[in-house]
């Protein structure tokens, strides 16, 4: 005998039987967030430029079917580390961060039932049924009509990490992307798409521009609260005047917006649609589009896959006012000194170091080490706060990361002894001085004879004795000199010296 569970689905007809505009197939429905609060959020950018930087911790969790399987796809920290910088790289601008914290992973039942998603068209609805059969995938493979019960079901095999963003990685979905509040779900072809950017967005509380998803959130087109149309651009959709009401896009000169032959092609490049179309509002009212609100481009509309997706300022003040005043999203975050200490590796203070095994930092910021001091005078790395160390800008003496990195070099950013630290998204002070003085275990000095830097030069090989003593310098004779410090770590320091007879 079949059940059927009719569901807060609540998919929209049109969406899921055309497929159209839905590239992403975000399964969260306005229903599922905080209502519209007749806030009129501010549209100006320095809001949360000058703001508090706001930090959340992430966890990830590979979500294998019941024999461990994940469909043959590679699962990795690499690929985490992935969205790691993906995230960072896009919400660094709204002055919002994300700090590794780790993975997990586990296999998922064998006796889930199997649904079926189908049109009840006595019900008008679109309900699953049970076929009576086993899922063989688990949730491995998460159905529309599974994710809410995987939701559930996490949280009661504690596969739940409390003071983070929690990402559950399947290898396939019937949807691009899935989120409740904390919990997100992006299956592994998903991490570096713009539909993550979309679904984090949801966490922190920002709802979509549509028009006409749901009864509540059925918004008018209009935006003149004196005009002869019914203005509700504040308290419907995602209750931000500054986002138009958007419902799907058609070729007017085609026909009728509900032929999905007539649906325009969306110049992804351009992130616009041709002259002849139009969208309707939640009353069925024609209106060009608002390519300068942001209709295509706007990552909260129907999310069409354009170069450069974005969000408007009002939805950013919008979601960092949500986050401020979350309890539970408070209870996610971390501050900024997090962003210093690495994920991986440890701090020696003395022992000798090997470049493997020094401290590892995530990608997706711009970092720049810099040589800082006096020698020995932080063992283990100085505290965040403290910023009373010296430290040397630009020249020789320093080595950097770019928030481009391949993933393939994810292992190289580390944290060397003699160097502090800069996130250049962050500020321009350097961070957590690391200096062991443990000092070189030789060197050379190299005199240029002509007194300019050609290749007339002797060579003296120094041992660790004679290239520590911190009059090394002081007692060379008047001319030029490369001073070249070897350390245990492998890495050299070059210093050219002009001395002078005085
Ligand atoms: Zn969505």
Redesign the pocket.
């Known amino acids: 005998m079949k059940s059927k569970i009719i569901t807060l689905l609540l998919l929209n007809v049109t969406l899921l039987a055309f497929g159209q505009a839905n590239i992403m197939d ?1 399964v ?1 429905k306005n229903s599922d967030l905080p209502p519209p609060d007749g806030v009129v959020y501010s549209s100006d950018p320095n809001l949360y430029l000058y703001g508090d930087p706001l930090v959340f911790n992430v966890f990830y969790w590979q979500v294998r079917d019941p024999n461990g399987g994940f469909g043959g796809q590679e699962f990795s920290q690499t690929k985490v580390l992935e969205n790691i910088a993906y995230l960072n790289k896009f919400f660094n601008q709204y002055n919002i961060f994300f700090k590794y914290r780790g993975y997990d992973g586990f296999d998922t039942p064998a006796n889930l039932p199997l649904y079926e998603l189908t049109y009840d068209e006595e019900l008008e609805q679109w309900v699953c049924e049970d076929t009576g059969q086993l899922d063989p995938n688990g949730y491995g493979f998460i159905d529309r009509c599974q994710y809410s019960q995987f939701g559930s079901w996490v949280e009661s095999q504690g596969y739940k990490v409390s003071n983070a963003i929690n990402i559950y990685v399947p290898y396939g979905s019937q949807f691009g992307g899935a989120s409740f509040g904390s919990k997100v779900i992006l299956k592994i072809d998903k991490l570096t798409d713009s539909v993550v950017f ?2 984090l967005a ?1 966490s922190f509380g920002l709802a ?1 521009t549509r028009s006409n998803m749901e009864l509540y959130s059925s918004e008018r087109a209009t935006r003149d609260p004196n005009g002869p149309f019914y203005y509700n651009a504040d308290t419907a959709a995602d209750g931000l005047v500054q986002t138009a009401a958007h419902d799907v896009f058609y070729d007017r000169v085609c026909g009728d917006g509900n032929d999905p032959a007539c649906y325009p092609t969306i110049n992804s490049e351009a992130c616009s649609v041709d002259q002849y179309s139009m969208e309707t509002d939640y009353d069925g009212r024609y209106t060009k589009p608002h390519i300068a609100w942001g209709d295509v481009v706007n990552l909260m509309s129907s999310a069409y896959l354009c170069t450069e997706n974005y969000f408007f300022p009002a939805q950013v003040n919008k979601m960092r006012s949500y986050i401020e005043n979350s309890y539970t999203l408070q209870g996610l975050m971390t501050d900024v000194a997090a962003l210093y200490e690495p994920y991986a590796g440890i701090y020696t203070d003395g022992t000798p170091q090997v470049a493997t095994g020094s401290p590892l930092f995530q990608p997706g910021f711009d970092y720049q080490f810099l040589n800082c001091y006096p020698d020995g005078g932080y063992p283990l790395p100085s505290d965040y706060y403290d910023t009373s160390f010296i430290y040397t800008d630009g020249g020789f003496w320093w080595y950097g990361f770019s928030k481009d990195i391949d993933p393939s070099n994810y292992y190289t950013i580390r944290h060397k002894d003699r160097y502090a630290i800069r996130i250049e998204q962050i500020e321009q002070q350097p961070r957590k001085c690391w200096n062991t003085g443990q000092g070189a275990i030789g060197g050379t000095l190299v005199k240029f004879n002509d007194g300019v830097l050609n290749t007339n030069v002797t060579i003296q090989p120094q041992d660790s004795t004679a290239i520590n003593n911190p009059q090394f310098i002081n007692n060379l004779q008047p001319g030029l000199y490369n001073v070249i410090k070897t350390y245990q770590s492998g890495e050299t320091q070059e210093n050219i010296v002009q001395k002078n007879n005085n």
Do not use: A, D, Q, S
Request: hydrophobic share 15%; aromatic share 0%.
């Open positions: 975000c969260v979309h679904e949801h979509h």
